[in-house]
Nanobody, 124 residues
Framework: QVELVESGGGLVQAGGSLRLSCAAS????????KGWFRQAPGKEREFVAA????????NYADSVKARFTISKDSAENTWYLQMNHLTPEDTAIYYC?????????????????WGQGTQVTVSS
């Protein structure tokens, strides 16, 4: 059974940093794009970042570009989201996901496997 588990969320002050991790199990995702999405209360789930299967291409939402960095480890089944200079607008539940698609995929419907989410709260 495929399972994606996020960790690393929490409460942080504005300007602080957090590092999210996503650990996948149940199959290998060597050829899959790995991504992060977020959903704030009352809002739709939105794309945050993605990294290609080879790790040579990344894609970011404009709102997080230059502040967030997505990466993955060589084992292919773990990827990360380093979040710096956090603002209250970054408060949301963050989800990791994988897609049998190129890293340009930004729609939730393009991603096949999802984690349960981890809460990130940024206080002002």
């Amino acid at each position: 059974q495929v399972e994606l588990v996020e960790s690393g969320g929490g409460l942080v002050q504005a300007g602080g940093s957090l590092r999210l991790s996503c650990a996948a199990s149940g199959r290998t995702f060597y050829s899959y794009t790995k991504g992060w999405f977020r959903q704030a209360p009352g809002k739709e789930r939105e794309f945050v970042a993605a990294i290609s299967a080879k790790g040579d291409t990344t894609n970011y939402a404009d709102s997080v570009k230059a502040r967030f960095t997505i990466s993955k480890d060589s084992a292919e089944n773990t990827w990360y989201l380093q979040m710096n200079h956090l603002t209250p607008e970054d408060t949301a539940i963050y989800y990791c996901a994988t897609a049998w698609a190129n890293p340009g995929a930004r729609k939730p419907s393009e991603y096949q496997y999802w984690g349960q989410g981890t809460q990130v709260t940024v206080s002002s």
